[in-house]
């Protein structure tokens, strides 16, 4: 028996519904009418680990964020718990795994294939092939406003030869000749080009979906995520806004996915948490660093490399603890309107190591400076702002599946013990505490 999991990744139930029904789209209202249950996380936005890439850890590893004790994009090295697909991997059961977030190939010798999300930077994809998918995305996300052309072009171009080479030269020339009219339309707006890597992504892994016959088939998908956040205006959804471009894009999608269905496969698809809407909410600003390295060259951080994450925060890396040190005492006294600017982390177990993020969510003047080392910077010489959000992560999150076999409400952590433990396999079921004996 095969499963394919799709994390599609924070999506609101009632806009996948009500979306499905205004624009009549079909693949939504099958998914939709799936048997449904819910998830839910203790965790709160004021513990930090309110988070897609906390929640899909403890998805992964089944095992509670207090557990895990993964708080950041990129601390998969800090991870001491088996995934999933590592225990699987064990029993003989074989995975393939694309685009999971903060996750690794590990111990799993029987993930026959893996694309870690782009953002963690010291995963790369197998087969190595793969980093030529990995390699622009993850250019573009870690170069949001300060990037090359040229060198971005040469990622692409890599791209475009691996998906021909795995005979998707057809649905890529019509999403290429399709591309122009639609940045006429919205502009060069990210949720454009993160719908069509969506597509793309989802297209190249079912052709290795059908080479390789895993048991255990995932698949991140992040575009509805992004346009909650940054388009969710209401739930009237018009033909040509951008949450209904977004949606006609997930049904397509889904189109495809459920077409590449064995008999018999049971689908499930999660979200690990969900959002609300915060159209009435005061202002939250997401701001970003223009350029992370020259930022903190500017500052005069004495760091030797910077790991920029998905949005507003990174990681730092220094020559010594002394000099990590010295870099979170300058970035916790920046100040901006008599407000701290960042949060910074370190870390015990990596001393020459540091998390940082904007915490600062204000809307400001254009005029507006912030403090910092003993001297003043006018603030948007440096950062720009992003979007004011749309959406905000809540603890709950919804679950549709092909079977009626799973709890109608579980914790995150549950989830995939449960689902697995539904699959008739002649391998073993992750019962009598096998989970959390291997999880802990």
Not at 50 to 76: A, F, R, Y
Not at 178 to 186: E, M, Q, R, V
Not at 285 to 307: G, H, N, S, T
Not at 419 to 440: D, F, I, M
């Amino acid at each position: 028996m095969k499963v394919l999991f799709l994390e599609l990744n924070e999506f609101h139930a009632e806009v996948l519904a009500k979306g499905a029904e205004q624009l009549g789209l079909e693949n939504l209202k099958r998914l939709c009418a799936s048997f449904k249950s819910t998830t839910w996380t203790e965790d709160t936005y004021e513990s930090d680990f309110l988070e897609p890439w906390v929640q899909w850890v403890s998805v992964h590893t089944g095992i509670t964020s207090s557990g895990h004790k993964v708080k950041h994009l990129g601390d998969v090295p800090h991870l001491e718990h088996p995934q999933f697909w590592e225990l699987l991997s064990e029993r003989g059961v074989t995975s393939g795994i694309w685009g999971a977030m903060n996750a690794s190939r590990g111990s799993a010798k029987e993930c026959l294939f893996f694309v870690p999300d782009p953002w963690t930077a010291s995963e790369d994809a197998y087969p190595e092939e793969l980093n030529c998918l990995l390699d622009p995305i993850r250019y573009v996300s870690k170069n949001y406003l300060n990037r090359s052309s040229l060198l971005l072009l040469k990622k692409v171009k890599r791209l475009l030869g691996l998906l021909i080479a795995n005979g998707l030269g057809k649905p890529l020339l019509r999403e290429l000749l399709s591309l122009p009219g639609k940045i006429a339309k919205y502009g060069m707006q990210p949720f454009v080009f993160i719908a069509l890597a969506d597509l793309l992504s989802t297209h190249l892994f079912l052709q290795y979906r059908k080479r390789y016959n895993p048991d255990f088939s995932l698949i991140f998908l992040n575009s509805l995520a992004h346009l909650q956040h940054h388009h969710w205006h209401g739930m009237d959804f018009k033909g040509d806004e951008p949450l209904a471009y977004g949606l006609r894009n997930m049904d397509r999608i889904l189109g495809l996915l459920f077409a590449s269905m064995r008999e018999g496969e049971i689908f499930c698809a999660a979200n690990a948490l969900s959002q609300e809407n915060t159209n009435e909410d005061k202002p939250w600003i997401l701001y970003r660093q223009i350029d992370q390295a020259q930022f903190l060259k500017k500052m005069k951080i004495p760091f030797i490399r910077v790991e920029p994450h998905m949005t507003h925060d990174a990681h730092i890396f220094f020559e010594n603890e002394e000099a990590a040190k010295r870099g979170k005492t300058l970035l916790e006294g920046a100040r901006i309107e008599g407000k701290p600017l960042f949060l910074v982390e370190s870390y015990a177990d990596f001393r020459e190591k540091l998390f940082y993020r904007i915490a600062f969510t204000d809307a400001v003047p254009s005029d507006v400076t912030f403090q910092l080392g003993g001297a003043s910077f006018r603030f948007f010489d440096l950062f720009k702002p992003i979007v004011q959000r749309t959406g905000k992560h809540i603890q709950e999150g919804t679950v549709f599946c092909s079977k009626n076999h799973l709890p109608p409400r579980m914790k995150n952590e549950e989830l995939l013990k449960n689902l697995w433990n539904t699959v008739p396999t002649a391998s073993a079921p992750l019962e009598g505490g096998l989970w959390r004996q291997k999880a802990l």
